[in-house]
């Protein structure tokens, strides 16, 4: 495992540099293939926008969590997926092309439901300050999502979690972060059997 410090990640997306976001994940790269690894995974669904710029840098393969989501919801038999994610993911394409891949339709959070999601994830879920009124105006978003015709919704950052689950979204739940750590796993476990 290897990370930049959050604080790079963030002074390059609020530049909109996503060169920089490319390069730092190349790093992390670089380092986790010298030490061995097999496969590389990134939890962070945001910078997922910056992987196409280095695929093909790398030395080693990437798993991509939108790919990993988009299986599983066709896998449990949903249609139209919901977005909820910062608003660099919300507004960008990690998960639109990867979703119509295979046959998925999908819904982005309409413009001031994404500037309320993106200040909540950066102003109180990074800080780890889950309020309950935020958990209602995710679930509020969730339910407009689910009466326009969404039938699961994705939870498209690492910290959405803290505030929404199966138990209380209006909609069947794809956590990402989850999904992804256990594609990892069945990839590393029949990896190392090969």
Same mark, same amino acid.
């Given at each position: 495992?290897?990370?930049?410090?959050?604080?790079?990640?963030?002074?390059?997306?609020?530049?909109?540099?996503?060169?920089?976001?490319?390069?730092? @994940?190349?790093?992390?790269?670089?380092?986790?293939?010298?030490? !061995?690894?097999?496969?590389?995974?990134?939890?962070?669904?945001t #910078?997922?926008?910056?992987?196409?710029?280095?695929?093909?840098?790398s030395s080693l393969?990437? @798993?991509?969590?939108?790919?990993? /989501?988009?299986?599983?919801?066709?896998?449990?038999?949903?249609?139209? #997926? !919901? $977005?909820?994610?910062t *608003?660099?993911?919300?507004?960008?394409?990690?998960?639109p092309?990867?979703?119509?891949? =295979?046959g998925?339709?999908?819904?982005?959070?309409?413009?001031?439901?994404?500037?309320? #999601?993106?200040?909540?994830? /950066?102003?109180?879920?990074?800080?780890? /300050?889950? *309020?309950?009124?935020?958990?209602?105006?995710?679930?509020?978003? $969730?339910?407009?999502?689910?009466?326009?015709?969404?039938?699961?919704?994705?939870?498209?950052?690492?910290? $959405?979690?803290?505030? #929404?689950?199966?138990?209380?979204s209006?909609?069947?739940t794809l956590?990402?972060? =989850?999904?992804?750590?256990?594609?990892?796993?069945?990839?590393?476990?029949?990896?190392?059997?090969?």
């Amino acid at each position: 495992m290897h990370t930049h410090s959050l604080a790079d990640y963030m002074g390059c997306l609020e530049r909109g540099d996503w060169q920089g976001v490319g390069e730092l @994940m190349l790093s992390s790269a670089n380092k986790l293939a010298s030490i !061995g690894a097999d496969f590389l995974i990134c939890p962070d669904n945001t #910078i997922h926008a910056a992987l196409p710029l280095v695929q093909a840098q790398s030395s080693l393969p990437w @798993m991509h969590i939108a790919e990993v /989501v988009a299986a599983e919801a066709v896998q449990r038999g949903f249609r139209c #997926i !919901g $977005i909820t994610g910062t *608003r660099w993911l919300v507004e960008g394409e990690v998960y639109p092309g990867k979703l119509a891949a =295979r046959g998925l339709a999908y819904l982005r959070p309409r413009q001031e439901e994404r500037d309320e #999601i993106n200040r909540i994830i /950066v102003e109180e879920l990074v800080y780890g /300050v889950p *309020r309950p009124e935020a958990a209602a105006y995710f679930a509020q978003v $969730i339910g407009r999502m689910k009466r326009e015709g969404c039938d699961a919704v994705v939870l498209g950052c690492t910290e $959405i979690p803290l505030l #929404i689950n199966d138990s209380n979204s209006p909609l069947p739940t794809l956590d990402s972060t =989850r999904a992804l750590a256990r594609a990892a796993l069945r990839r590393a476990v029949q990896g190392s059997s090969a």
